[in-house]
């Protein structure tokens, strides 16, 4: 083994031939996964921890700082998909009740984990940034379970529109809670300005930013597509917007998800239905590239050798994330007067976690990467405290992850199930 890491290091392949490598090998650790009944993810990060640090050592850091464009593009569509999911009337349909549940158990998960990381760590930015990351959904799981067993009810009505517009909800958060953390660290080697008042408008000021841009760009994007009929002419505009906005964002020092979530919800809700499928339609052939590339990245930033010494931390953020979901969950039906079905189960089916926390993790590490005061790690190597936040955050999240998308489509299935609204047949 020492041996093939030493050719690698010595004999570095070129940038593209190791994404085309990934996205083939991956692939078929895919298929892997899913005939042992696991989440097609799984494969994809099983693939990245085997080639990471944890074990062949083949990606150099050098190598991932290059191919960190792949996670950018990734979120930005991840982003721009959940934003087009968005739609008001849609929100509108369902009522009070579930505009309640969505602020309940998104507020639930942020604050429950917040204070459980806080009380275990002591370490304030870490904290917000668990608790942001907490209400972060991964529809996909959902979806995939309620299509497979052809759900049909009340609950599995609530569920399309809550794990869509929890996402919406959880980047706001993020957002806010990720400027402050940025700011607490800053302060420390006093490279903030502002003091109190700018820890508050720093974040105010990127979220503002942040839609405007989405506004702007997605407005721009619909005047253009108006009278567009090819789908390869679809194909371009669509990448195209969404490199531009990541690219501005990360020049800006701007949410790339925010913006990229903004452009996706004003399209949803202006423009014609047959722009929307076909929108739809053309990232379906984008997604599944980024999807593998993505996940199998995500992969090799996961350090088993710290899993132990963050084992606690790990099993706090589950007991804490879930409790403030379900709870949360069960208090805004409550007040949102919802079906007892609704009420009882709904909480069972939103704790998948995957691409979105994977991701928001990831811009965790990259942003923090420098920031704050120098700290000792377990191996006494002085770094930054940011850095050691970015790693914490990356390594729970991601082993986190793993076990919210296997367990999450089980309680789904059994929600489902309880609520009465799978088919005998099935």
Not at 264 to 283: A, D, P, S, Y
Not at 329 to 342: C, E, I, K, T, W
């Given at each position: 083994?020492?041996?093939?890491?030493?050719?690698?290091?010595q004999?570095?392949?070129?940038?593209?031939?190791?994404?085309?490598?990934?996205?083939?090998?991956?692939?078929?650790?895919?298929?892997?996964?899913?005939?042992?009944?696991?989440?097609?993810i799984?494969g994809?990060?099983?693939?990245?921890?085997l080639?990471?640090?944890?074990?062949?050592?083949?990606?150099?850091?050098?190598?991932?700082?290059?191919?960190?464009?792949?996670?950018?593009?990734?979120?930005?569509?991840?982003?721009?998909?959940?934003?087009?999911?968005?739609?008001?009337?849609?929100?509108?349909?369902q009522?009070?009740?579930?505009?309640?549940?969505?602020?309940?158990?998104?507020?639930?998960?942020?604050?429950?984990?917040?204070?459980?990381?806080?009380?275990?760590?002591?370490n304030?930015?870490?904290?917000?940034?668990?608790?942001?990351?907490?209400p972060?959904?991964?529809?996909?799981?959902?979806?995939?379970?309620i299509?497979?067993?052809?759900?049909?009810g009340?609950?599995?009505?609530?569920?399309?529109?809550?794990?869509?517009?929890?996402?919406?909800?959880?980047?706001?958060?993020?957002?806010?809670?990720?400027?402050?953390?940025?700011?607490?660290?800053?302060?420390?080697?006093?490279t903030?300005?502002?003091?109190?008042v700018?820890?508050?408008?720093?974040?105010?000021?990127?979220?503002?930013?942040?839609?405007?841009?989405?506004?702007?760009?997605?407005?721009?994007?619909?005047?253009?597509?108006?009278?567009?009929?090819?789908?390869?002419?679809y194909?371009?505009?669509?990448?195209?917007?969404?490199?531009?906005?990541?690219?501005?964002?990360?020049?800006?020092?701007?949410?790339?998800?925010?913006?990229?979530?903004?452009?996706?919800?004003?399209?949803?809700?202006?423009?014609?239905?047959?722009?929307?499928?076909?929108?739809?339609?053309?990232?379906?052939?984008?997604?599944?590239?980024?999807?593998?590339?993505?996940?199998?990245?995500?992969?090799?930033?996961?350090?088993?050798?710290?899993?132990?010494?963050?084992?606690?931390?790990g099993?706090?953020?589950?007991?804490?994330?879930?409790?403030?979901?379900?709870?949360g969950?069960?208090?805004?039906?409550?007040?949102?007067?919802?079906?007892?079905?609704?009420r009882k189960?709904?909480?069972l089916?939103?704790?998948?976690?995957?691409?979105?926390?994977?991701?928001?993790?990831?811009?965790?590490?990259?942003?923090?990467?420098?920031?704050?005061?120098?700290?000792?790690?377990?191996?006494?190597?002085?770094?930054?405290?940011?850095?050691?936040?970015?790693?914490?955050?990356?390594?729970?999240?991601?082993?986190?992850?793993?076990?919210?998308?296997?367990?999450?489509?089980?309680?789904?299935?059994?929600?489902l199930?309880?609520?009465?609204?799978?088919?005998?047949?099935?």
């Open positions: 083994m020492n041996g093939i890491q030493q050719f690698f290091q004999n570095p392949l070129p940038t593209l031939t190791v994404i085309g490598l990934i996205a083939i090998v991956s692939f078929y650790f895919g298929k892997l996964s899913k005939l042992i009944r696991l989440p097609l799984i994809y990060m099983f693939l990245g921890v080639i990471g640090p944890s074990f062949l050592n083949l990606f150099s850091s050098t190598i991932q700082n290059q191919l960190s464009f792949i996670t950018e593009i990734a979120l930005g569509f991840v982003a721009l998909s959940i934003g087009l999911e968005l739609k008001f009337s849609d929100l509108k349909k009522g009070a009740g579930i505009i309640w549940i969505i602020f309940a158990e998104s507020f639930g998960a942020f604050i429950l984990v917040f204070f459980a990381v806080w009380l275990v760590t002591g304030l930015p870490l904290a917000l940034i668990f608790g942001s990351i907490a972060a959904s991964a529809p996909a799981g959902t979806v995939a379970v299509r497979e067993y052809r759900a049909k009340n609950l599995t009505k609530a569920l399309y529109a809550v794990v869509g517009f929890d996402d919406g909800l959880g980047i706001i958060i993020f957002g806010f809670a990720t400027a402050i953390a940025k700011n607490i660290l800053m302060h420390q080697t006093g903030a300005s502002g003091g109190i700018g820890l508050f408008l720093l974040p105010l000021k990127e979220i503002a930013l942040s839609i405007i841009i989405g506004l702007a760009v997605s407005t721009l994007f619909c005047l253009l597509v108006r009278k567009l009929k090819s789908t390869g002419d194909f371009i505009h669509i990448f195209g917007v969404v490199l531009f906005m990541v690219g501005l964002s990360h020049a800006l020092h701007l949410s790339l998800i925010l913006t990229n979530m903004t452009a996706g919800i004003i399209v949803i809700n202006t423009q014609r239905f047959n722009l929307i499928e076909m929108m739809h339609k053309e990232m379906m052939n984008i997604m599944p590239l980024l999807f593998v590339l993505f996940f199998t990245l995500a992969g090799t930033n996961l350090h088993i050798s710290a899993l132990p010494s963050l084992g606690l931390l099993i706090v953020y589950i007991i804490a994330r879930s409790a403030g979901l379900i709870g969950s069960r208090l805004g039906a409550l007040f949102g007067n919802v079906s007892v079905n609704v189960y709904l909480g089916g939103i704790l998948s976690q995957a691409g979105v926390a994977i991701g928001l993790s990831l811009i965790v590490k990259q942003d923090f990467s420098g920031l704050g005061k120098m700290v000792t790690t377990a191996k006494d190597i002085m770094i930054p405290s940011g850095d050691l936040v970015g790693g914490m955050v990356i390594t729970v999240i991601t082993a986190t992850c793993i076990f919210f998308e296997i367990i999450g489509p089980i309680l789904t299935k059994v929600a199930t309880k609520a009465g609204e799978i088919s005998k047949d099935e």
